[in-house]
């Protein structure tokens, strides 16, 4: 007789049971997520299915499915379950499990020792598990939310497979969410699942739990907003990733920033913040802002946006947000300039409307003797051995000679632009011929 509970929880309608709890899936092809490791033809999946077993450690973010997969690895494999916290856990325990896997052993039959929170165990606990490990008592499969390189001691690492399993995307938390509404015998509009989702972070449990809470006060068997809401413990805000209300939200954001209102940039950053927006996306989004709407009339704009977007990559959800903030700001109050934008709009239309115009001689490389002598390169004027740079060879072809496309504003830093552009062009034409 085990001295443990060693039979994986069945699912099942017991509605004194979480609903997470519940919601455990019994096979792979259940299993929501992960098909980086757990896809057909992955090295997880055939070890599972080949029963292969060997010792793992499961490393990713809360509510990705690192229990339940151990608990699917058990069944699948038709081994012993033996679920062990690091938190509630020390030596003696550990010791009474091993002896207990050992005796199961020798009957015939395996135990996978399923580990949460295995980060917690000091190194001298983790030791404690090595030998039995090595002679293939147990199949240790440790669960943690932090990088296995810096928690588990490098013999047990040594021994174990690491598996990094990803944050849930939202399609992948609505998918089980509408699974849940079968349980609860509820339905629900898709967008108010997918505030449910986005709200959750890719955390499933959260997600889970959320929905719980909520189909205690539906109406009629409907999920309504109030209750989610209440769920939430905060306002739910309309949004959809992919749908208008993503449009909209950005495009407010964007307008704002062009018309240098800085406290609306801010409210409709916040309201992204708080819908969950993809934090590299709104990144992405001022990368473009800087470019498009200040551009040139304050050249540092571009620096703060790509800072900005280093900053949110490296600092993550919540400090990197500061960083948008900031650079928001920044955009909004800088001059600005859209004529870097509408000169290249104006070439390309140049382009698409023209002949393909060929390079002036005087442009092109000469590198063989031939070239030399049919042309290539003759009259090239150098502008370092001109008085100032300034010379007055025409770098356009001769069909768009005189053609200017670059029309810089009287704003910011493009004022200095424009008024050193005249001065280059006056250069140019009062230039001598000859070096100087």
Same mark, same amino acid.
């Given at each position: 007789?085990?001295?443990?509970?060693?039979?994986?929880?069945?699912?099942?309608?017991?509605?004194?049971?979480?609903?997470?709890?519940?919601?455990?899936?019994?096979?792979?092809?259940?299993?929501?997520?992960?098909?980086?490791?757990?896809?057909?033809?992955?090295?997880?999946?055939?070890?599972?299915?080949?029963?292969?077993?060997?010792?793992?450690?499961?490393?990713?973010?809360?509510?990705?499915?690192?229990?339940?997969?151990?608990?699917?690895?058990?069944?699948?494999?038709?081994?012993?379950?033996?679920?062990?916290?690091?938190?509630?856990?020390?030596?003696?325990?550990?010791?009474?499990?091993?002896?207990?896997?050992?005796?199961?052993?020798?009957?015939?039959?395996?135990?996978?020792?399923?580990?949460?929170?295995?980060?917690?165990?000091?190194?001298?606990?983790?030791?404690?598990?090595?030998?039995?490990?090595?002679?293939?008592?147990?199949?240790?499969?440790?669960?943690?939310?932090?990088?296995?390189?810096?928690?588990?001691?490098?013999?047990?690492?040594?021994?174990?497979?690491?598996?990094?399993?990803?944050?849930?995307?939202?399609?992948?938390?609505?998918?089980?969410?509408?699974?849940?509404?079968?349980?609860?015998?509820?339905?629900?509009?898709?967008?108010?699942?997918?505030?449910?989702?986005?709200?959750?972070?890719?955390?499933?449990?959260?997600?889970?739990?959320?929905?719980?809470?909520?189909?205690?006060?539906?109406?009629?068997?409907?999920?309504?907003?109030?209750?989610?809401?209440?769920?939430?413990?905060?306002?739910?805000?309309?949004?959809?990733?992919?749908?208008?209300?993503?449009?909209?939200?950005?495009?407010?954001?964007?307008?704002?920033?062009?018309?240098?209102?800085?406290?609306?940039?801010?409210?409709?950053?916040?309201?992204?913040?708080?819908?969950?927006?993809?934090?590299?996306? =709104? %990144?992405?989004?001022?990368?473009?802002? $800087? +470019?498009?709407?200040?551009?040139? #009339?304050?050249? *540092? /704009? !571009?620096?703060? @946006?790509?800072?900005?977007?280093?900053?949110?990559?490296?600092?993550?959800?919540?400090?990197?947000?500061?960083? =948008? %903030?900031?650079?928001?700001?920044?955009? $909004? +109050?800088?001059?600005?300039?859209? #004529?870097?934008? *509408? /000169? !290249?709009?104006? @070439?390309?239309?140049?382009?698409?409307?023209?002949?393909?115009?060929?390079?002036?001689?005087?442009?092109?490389?000469?590198?063989?003797?031939?070239?030399?002598?049919?042309?290539?390169?003759?009259?090239?004027?150098?502008?370092?051995?001109?008085?100032? @740079?300034?010379?007055?060879?025409?770098?356009?072809?001769?069909?768009?000679?005189?053609?200017?496309?670059?029309?810089?504003?009287?704003?910011?830093?493009?004022?200095?632009?424009?008024?050193?552009?005249?001065?280059?062009?006056?250069?140019?034409?009062? @230039?001598?011929?000859?070096?100087?």
């Amino acid at each position: 007789m085990s001295l443990f509970d060693v039979t994986p929880p069945r699912p099942g309608d017991d509605p004194t049971r979480p609903l997470a709890e519940r919601m455990r899936p019994q096979t792979l092809e259940e299993f929501v997520g992960q098909q980086h490791i757990l896809g057909p033809g992955k090295p997880l999946r055939a070890q599972i299915e080949r029963d292969e077993l060997q010792s793992l450690i499961l490393w990713g973010p809360p509510g990705v499915g690192k229990t339940t997969l151990a608990r699917l690895v058990a069944r699948i494999t038709k081994c012993d379950f033996i679920p062990f916290s690091a938190v509630l856990s020390g030596i003696k325990e550990i010791k009474a499990v091993m002896a207990d896997a050992e005796r199961t052993r020798r009957l015939g039959r395996r135990t996978v020792l399923f580990v949460d929170e295995i980060h917690r165990f000091n190194k001298a606990q983790q030791d404690a598990f090595l030998p039995y490990v090595e002679r293939g008592d147990i199949v240790l499969i440790g669960a943690t939310t932090e990088n296995p390189s810096f928690e588990v001691v490098a013999a047990l690492l040594s021994r174990a497979k690491v598996y990094a399993l990803r944050a849930l995307t939202t399609g992948e938390i609505v998918t089980l969410l509408h699974r849940a509404l079968k349980v609860l015998n509820l339905t629900a509009p898709p967008e108010l699942l997918e505030q449910i989702a986005i709200f959750s972070s890719g955390d499933a449990r959260a997600a889970y739990n959320i929905l719980e809470q909520a189909s205690s006060v539906a109406r009629d068997g409907v999920l309504d907003p109030e209750g989610v809401e209440s769920a939430m413990g905060r306002k739910m805000l309309l949004y959809d990733k992919a749908g208008e209300e993503h449009f909209n939200l950005i495009s407010a954001l964007h307008k704002s920033i062009r018309s240098s209102d800085a406290d609306a940039a801010l409210y409709w950053l916040a309201r992204m913040l708080e819908a969950g927006e993809d934090r590299m996306y =709104l %990144a992405r989004r001022l990368v473009r802002m $800087a +470019i498009e709407d200040v551009g040139l #009339a304050d050249p *540092r /704009a !571009l620096e703060q @946006a790509v800072a900005a977007q280093q900053t949110v990559h490296f600092l993550g959800v919540p400090e990197g947000d500061q960083a =948008l %903030a900031q650079v928001a700001i920044y955009l $909004a +109050i800088a001059p600005k300039s859209d #004529a870097a934008y *509408r /000169a !290249l709009n104006a @070439a390309r239309q140049t382009v698409a409307s023209s002949p393909a115009f060929p390079v002036p001689m005087q442009l092109r490389n000469a590198p063989t003797k031939a070239m030399k002598e049919w042309g290539y390169g003759a009259e090239y004027q150098h502008a370092h051995q001109f008085v100032d @740079a300034i010379n007055t060879m025409e770098c356009l072809p001769d069909g768009l000679l005189g053609t200017e496309f670059y029309h810089p504003t009287e704003r910011g830093v493009e004022k200095r632009i424009s008024e050193r552009l005249a001065e280059i062009r006056a250069l140019r034409k009062a @230039a001598p011929d000859g070096n100087s």
